[in-house]
């Protein structure tokens, strides 16, 4: 096999590698989806349950990717995974969707929620759609160029903003512990759950969609891994502590919301995080919180660009995509091609879908990346028998219960995305985007490696 990793940089401490997972998991979900959550549930706790099952199956993805991380410490490991343990044309799918769904899809639902959250910031009023769509463009276009210019520049720009982001969560719950107001507000019926009709276990799947989009990006060390300095070791460290880190202030976070708000106030909620401050600072919370909302969302969106585009070029490198994205800058050491291509597509999502389209967006990006992450989970299975021998420096407890558990888990999510009526639409098209990418592969990427490799 070849070597992948040939002109890359192993300039990635634990550190760093643990701020990016971080850093993408944290980002504008958990400031907006806990309404979404609160609202589709029905209940504060069955919210509440809602995101310590997303936690859970958080942390039983980050065991699987731990031990998968382990195996494949390098550039564009999950395509590797993909590719080993169900040939080709999977593997292929995966990275074909990842660049042109959920990551691009990912980047344009960030850089809208960001290019709002900044226009309050400056003006205190929610900006205009087309200020929205310019703003945004100019974002993911802005980072695109910071990440070709090296993957320091992209790292340091993830650290700074993941301490931002962890001190404005502790934040709020803090001022939850100290304040604790007594009055909570009464949500009115008909705003209890969009979920019509459904049992307690469909409203909870159905809340797993939005909560997933919030936890979602612990893989992202897994991507990077031929950047990584000893990646058998940090790598998986990255995946689990970072994840864990998440986890336990997503639920306070989420505790906090409700001790400000009341299950009312947050389902009622436009600004969810600027609303709870606001009940401590009245005058500055909004433009505050918005600012802060903005800047945790330019961290997430630079994830995307710094992690994901190794995936394009470790595919490339393998031979089965066009040659230009296995190009790595023999100065700045970074894949120029796949990270334009990329942040191309982010930009063109967030022009055609605009602030309005931001739900759909997220709907088809959370079903794409559950295929895959049921998938993955699946994976580990195929590989423990496949290749018995393999070095695992990290080996998921209680097997094969774990990686079981979060299949099923994923499964569910699945099922979720289809139980909001207004979500289905969107839900069939991430199914049929999933289809599109078997026949994109079928059509030109079927034969040798070289077939694939000319542009």
């Given at each position: 096999?070849?070597?992948?990793?040939?002109?890359?940089k192993?300039?990635?401490?634990?550190?760093?590698?643990?701020?990016?997972?971080?850093?993408?998991?944290?980002?504008?979900?958990?400031?907006?989806?806990?309404?979404?959550?609160a609202?589709?549930?029905?209940?504060?706790?069955?919210?509440?349950?809602?995101?310590?099952?997303?936690?859970?199956?958080?942390?039983?993805?980050?065991?699987?990717?731990?031990?998968?991380?382990?195996?494949?410490?390098?550039?564009?490991?999950?395509?590797?995974?993909?590719r080993d343990?169900?040939?080709?044309?999977?593997?292929?799918?995966?990275?074909?969707?990842n660049?042109?769904?959920?990551?691009?899809?990912?980047?344009a639902?960030?850089?809208?929620?960001?290019?709002?959250?900044?226009?309050?910031l400056?003006?205190?009023?929610?900006?205009?759609?087309g200020?929205?769509?310019v703003?945004?463009?100019?974002?993911?276009?802005?980072?695109?160029?910071?990440?070709?210019?090296?993957?320091?520049?992209g790292?340091?720009?993830?650290n700074v903003?993941?301490?931002?982001?962890?001190?404005?969560?502790l934040?709020?719950?803090?001022?939850?512990v100290?304040?604790?107001?007594?009055?909570?507000?009464?949500?009115?019926?008909?705003?209890?759950?969009?979920?019509?009709?459904?049992?307690?276990?469909?409203?909870?799947f159905?809340?797993?969609?939005?909560?997933?989009?919030?936890?979602?990006?612990?893989?992202?060390?897994?991507?990077?891994?031929?950047?990584v300095?000893?990646?058998?070791?940090?790598?998986?460290?990255?995946?689990?502590?970072?994840?864990?880190?998440?986890?336990?202030?997503?639920?306070?976070?989420?505790?906090?919301?409700?001790?400000?708000?009341?299950?009312?106030?947050?389902?009622?909620?436009?600004?969810?995080?600027?609303?709870?401050?606001?009940?401590?600072?009245?005058?500055?919370?909004?433009r505050?919180?918005?600012?802060a909302?903005?800047?945790?969302?330019?961290?997430?969106?630079?994830?995307?660009?710094?992690?994901?585009?190794?995936?394009?070029?470790?595919?490339?490198?393998?031979?089965?995509?066009?040659?230009?994205?296995?190009?790595?800058?023999?100065?700045?050491?970074?894949?120029?091609?796949?990270?334009?291509?990329v942040?191309t597509?982010?930009?063109?999502?967030?022009?055609?879908?605009?602030?309005?389209?931001?739900?759909?967006?997220l709907?088809?990006?959370?079903?794409?990346?559950?295929?895959?992450?049921?998938?993955?989970?699946?994976?580990?299975?195929?590989?423990?028998?496949?290749?018995?021998?393999?070095?695992?420096?990290?080996?998921?407890?209680?097997?094969?219960?774990?990686p079981?558990?979060?299949?099923?888990?994923?499964?569910?999510?699945?099922?979720?995305a289809?139980?909001?009526?207004?979500?289905?639409?969107a839900?069939w098209i991430g199914?049929s985007?999933?289809?599109?990418?078997?026949l994109?592969?079928?059509?030109?990427?079927?034969?040798?490696?070289?077939q694939g490799?000319?542009?």
């Amino acid at each position: 096999m070849m070597n992948v990793d040939a002109g890359l940089k192993r300039v990635l401490g634990p550190v760093s590698s643990t701020c990016i997972v971080i850093g993408a998991i944290i980002g504008v979900g958990i400031f907006f989806t806990p309404s979404s959550i609160a609202r589709t549930t029905g209940t504060a706790e069955l919210a509440m349950w809602t995101w310590a099952l997303g936690g859970l199956v958080a942390l039983l993805g980050a065991l699987v990717f731990a031990e998968l991380g382990g195996m494949y410490g390098r550039m564009g490991g999950q395509y590797e995974i993909m590719r080993d343990a169900y040939g080709v044309p999977v593997a292929f799918c995966f990275v074909f969707c990842n660049s042109t769904a959920i990551l691009a899809g990912a980047a344009a639902i960030i850089s809208i929620i960001c290019a709002v959250n900044v226009g309050v910031l400056f003006t205190g009023e929610v900006p205009g759609k087309g200020a929205v769509t310019v703003m945004s463009a100019a974002l993911i276009a802005g980072l695109v160029c910071a990440n070709v210019a090296g993957v320091k520049w992209g790292a340091t720009i993830q650290n700074v903003t993941v301490f931002a982001k962890l001190a404005t969560l502790l934040l709020v719950a803090g001022l939850a512990v100290v304040m604790q107001p007594d009055a909570v507000q009464q949500v009115p019926a008909a705003k209890a759950a969009e979920v019509a009709d459904g049992s307690w276990i469909s409203l909870l799947f159905a809340g797993l969609v939005p909560a997933l989009f919030s936890f979602g990006g612990w893989q992202h060390a897994l991507w990077i891994g031929g950047e990584v300095k000893n990646p058998k070791r940090n790598v998986p460290l990255a995946i689990v502590l970072g994840v864990a880190i998440v986890v336990v202030v997503y639920l306070l976070a989420n505790w906090a919301y409700f001790a400000l708000l009341g299950y009312g106030g947050v389902v009622d909620s436009e600004t969810l995080a600027a609303d709870a401050v606001s009940q401590v600072w009245p005058q500055t919370g909004k433009r505050f919180v918005a600012g802060a909302v903005a800047f945790s969302a330019f961290g997430v969106l630079n994830a995307q660009l710094l992690s994901g585009p190794r995936l394009l070029c470790g595919m490339a490198r393998d031979g089965k995509f066009f040659r230009a994205f296995a190009w790595v800058h023999p100065r700045l050491g970074t894949p120029i091609c796949a990270i334009a291509l990329v942040g191309t597509i982010g930009i063109g999502l967030a022009v055609m879908a605009g602030p309005e389209g931001v739900d759909a967006l997220l709907t088809g990006v959370v079903l794409i990346d559950a295929v895959f992450f049921c998938l993955t989970g699946m994976a580990l299975l195929v590989l423990r028998r496949a290749r018995p021998d393999a070095e695992r420096p990290v080996r998921v407890p209680l097997y094969p219960l774990v990686p079981v558990a979060f299949v099923l888990l994923e499964m569910a999510i699945i099922f979720g995305a289809f139980q909001i009526e207004q979500n289905r639409n969107a839900a069939w098209i991430g199914l049929s985007w999933i289809a599109a990418a078997g026949l994109c592969y079928v059509l030109f990427f079927r034969g040798p490696r070289s077939q694939g490799s000319e542009m």
